[in-house]
């Protein structure tokens, strides 16, 4: 459902949010008023966000830094500077995987690059690939370096498919290289982290992962025996490839840096009612469980959902 409201309905006096108290900063809203205010319309949580805006309160973000990969935001028809204007008025922490050119856009409106990319890995070819170690080595190194210079203390790499590679050798594969580029990622303070993908899922195109185990996971973090070699908790993967969803996070958690969120079994919103993992139950596991990092949503907009409504609902679903 589609919700209209006319363009010159009044968002805010004169337009504008108050200054926001923890940012220390004033936001103009550009974004379109009929985009906001139809979400606002529709749900209780964007409503007291502008009821707050009007009495000139700060958004309260809650116990858990919430951050966004592209695709919750991917159908909206905003631009990239009303995206980050529209996640830093929901109360947003971050964005997962900016190019470097958008990070000073992010910026701007009081938000970190909370995930970047550039290990020389990708899904097909990755850490358990020994011939490419020497330039996995290179790139990650300056990978690191560019996390040190924008701010963000996550860089993700892939370990790979197997095409008959055994588990076991796969492994040793990637503490071998892993092992070798810890030293730095210490000396810097980046964490350098694998992301759990299943091998179940056809739609998902990830059908012959190395990573497709938690286990696999944790056994090449502690092989390392570094402290910044870690892993993406993915709840959707998680899920599919091993349940037991909030168990697995709590009694590893030394080893996770980075969690990512979004409806199982369909990988969409993770407000809807037909999808089979309950997230107030799994955000207030992770407020309690002393975990710091950051946690994206990945979620897929559900086509014919205000993609607005869902960012906001999902967020709320996610505030502790």
Same mark, same amino acid.
């Given at each position: ?10 968002? @805010? ?28 319309? $529709? !749900? ?12 000139? !309160?700060? &958004? ?25 204007? #529209? ?7 971050? /964005?997962? @995987? ?12 009081? #938000? $970190?690059?909370? #995930? ?7 899904? /097909?070819?990755?850490? &358990? ?13 300056? *990978? ?5 210079? /924008? ?9 790979? =498919?197997?095409?008959?590679? !055994?588990?076991? =050798? ?7 290289? @892993? ?15 694998? =992301?759990?993908?299943?091998?179940? /899922? ?17 056994? &090449? ?23 037991? &969803? ?16 979004? *409806? ?20 207030? $596991? ?35």
């Amino acid at each position: 459902m589609d919700f209209v409201l006319p363009d010159d309905y009044p968002l @805010l006096p004169n337009g504008r949010i108050e200054p926001d108290q923890q940012r220390g900063k004033s936001m103009s809203i550009s974004i379109s008023r009929r985009k906001l205010l139809a979400a606002a319309s $529709a !749900s209780p949580f964007m409503a007291s966000l502008v009821r707050a805006a009007e009495e000139g !309160s700060p &958004v309260r973000e809650g116990r858990i830094k919430q951050t966004i990969m592209p695709q919750p935001l991917g159908t909206s028809g905003l631009s990239y500077e009303e995206r980050c204007e #529209l996640l830093a008025y929901v109360g947003f922490s971050g /964005v997962d @995987l900016p190019q470097r050119a958008q990070i000073p856009i992010l910026q701007d409106y009081g #938000l $970190a690059p909370s #995930l970047m990319t550039g290990t020389g890995t990708s899904f /097909v070819d990755g850490f &358990v690939r020994r011939e490419i170690h020497d330039k996995i080595y290179e790139e990650t190194l300056k *990978g690191i370096d560019m996390c040190v210079e /924008v701010g963000c203390p996550n860089l993700i790499g892939m370990p790979g =498919e197997r095409r008959g590679m !055994s588990r076991e =050798e796969g492994r040793d594969h990637a503490i071998a290289i @892993l092992s070798r580029v810890a030293p730095y990622a210490e000396e810097k303070g980046i964490n350098v982290c694998m =992301e759990i993908t299943n091998s179940k /899922v056809e739609k998902d195109n990830r059908t012959d992962q190395m990573f497709d185990k938690l286990q696999w996971g944790w056994d &090449v973090c502690k092989g390392t025996g570094s402290s910044r070699i870690k892993i993406v908790y993915d709840f959707y993967h998680v899920q599919i490839s091993d349940g037991d &969803v909030v168990r697995n996070m709590r009694d590893n958690l030394e080893y996770i840096c980075h969690m990512h969120v979004a *409806g199982v079994p369909t990988r969409g919103e993770i407000d809807r009612d037909d999808q089979e993992l309950n997230y107030r139950f799994i955000a207030q $596991a992770i407020a309690d469980s002393g975990y710091d990092g950051y946690v994206a949503h990945e979620w897929m907009p559900t086509p014919g959902r205000n993609p607005i409504l869902s960012l906001a609902n999902c967020f709320d679903v996610m505030r502790v």
